[in-house]
C-alpha cells in the first residue's frame, strides 16, 4: 500500500514559538487527514483535505495540502502546553483502510 | 466520543497462551480496524473489516486472525501470544473507509511475559 513519511519524529519548543509537521507520499493521495494523540491517550481525528493546493485553519492550527497532492502540512502557531501530543498523518492505503505516519511527537517547555 | 468500547483495557498473559481482544461499537459504522501503536512504529494496521463476515489483512496480520460476526463486534485473536505482541492495540470504526474519518477506541495494553 501507500506509505506516508512523517518529519520530523520529534520536536521539543518553548511555549510560545512555531511548530511544523510535514508528511510526504511517493504517490498521489485522494486525501490526507490528520490525528492528534495526547499522552496515555487515543487518535482524535482533527481535519481531512481533499483538494489540491487546499488551507484549512483552526485556530492556531494550519493545514496544507500539496498541489500535486502528495504532501501536507500541519502548523501551530504560538504553542501552548496543551498542544502537547503526537501529530499524525494518514493518507488512503490498500482496501479500505488508512495508512499512518509514524507521527511527530511535539514537547512544549513552559 | 464515539461509541466504541474495547475490552479488556489491560491483559497480562504469558508466552503461547490464546488471547482475544474485542472491540465493541454502538455507531453502526460499516468499516472497522484493528491497529498497532509500537514506540517508533507509529500506528500499523493489522486486520479490517468492510463488513459482517467480510475482513482483509493489514501489514502485520501474521500471528493474529479476526472474526466479525456481527456489525457491532469485531475480535481480534492472538493464537498463540509472543513476546513481540506486547503492544496498545486500537480499534477504530469510520463510515465510509478511507474517505471520512476514523474513530478510535480508548485502546487496549496487552503485555506478554
Known amino acids: 500500500g501507500q506509505q506516508v513519511m512523517q518529519i520530523p519524529q520529534y520536536q521539543h519548543v518553548q511555549e510560545g514559538e512555531d511548530f511544523t509537521t510535514y508528511c510526504n507520499s511517493s504517490t498521489t493521495l485522494s486525501n490526507i487527514q490528520w490525528y492528534k494523540q495526547r499522552p496515555g491517550g487515543h487518535p482524535v481525528f482533527l481535519i481531512q483535505?481533499?483538494?489540491?493546493?487546499e488551507v484549512k485553519k483552526q485556530k492556531r492550527l494550519t493545514f496544507q495540502f500539496g498541489e500535486a497532492k502528495k504532501n501536507s502540512s500541519l502548523h501551530i502557531t504560538a504553542t501552548q502546553t496543551t498542544d502537547v501530543g503526537t501529530y499524525f498523518c494518514a493518507g488512503p492505503g490498500s482496501g479500505y483502510a488508512l495508512n499512518f505516519g509514524k507521527g511527530t511527537s511535539l514537547l512544549v517547555t513552559p | 466520543d464515539a461509541g466504541i468500547t474495547q475490552s479488556p483495557r489491560h491483559k497480562v498473559t504469558e508466552t503461547g497462551t490464546p488471547v482475544t481482544l474485542r472491540c465493541h461499537q454502538t455507531e453502526n459504522h460499516r468499516y472497522m480496524y484493528w491497529y498497532r501503536q509500537d514506540p517508533g512504529h507509529g500506528l500499523r494496521l493489522i486486520h479490517y473489516s468492510y463488513g459482517v463476515k467480510d475482513t482483509d489483512k493489514g501489514e502485520v496480520s501474521d500471528g493474529y486472525s479476526v472474526s466479525r460476526s456481527k456489525t457491532e463486534d469485531f475480535l481480534l485473536t492472538l493464537e498463540s501470544a509472543t513476546s513481540s505482541q506486547t503492544s496498545v492495540y486500537f480499534c477504530?470504526?469510520?463510515?465510509?473507509?478511507?474517505?471520512?474519518?476514523?474513530?478510535f477506541g480508548q485502546g487496549t495494553r496487552l503485555t506478554v511475559v
Open positions: 477504530a470504526i469510520s463510515t465510509q473507509g478511507v474517505n471520512t474519518e476514523a474513530f
Open positions: 483535505l481533499v483538494k489540491s493546493g
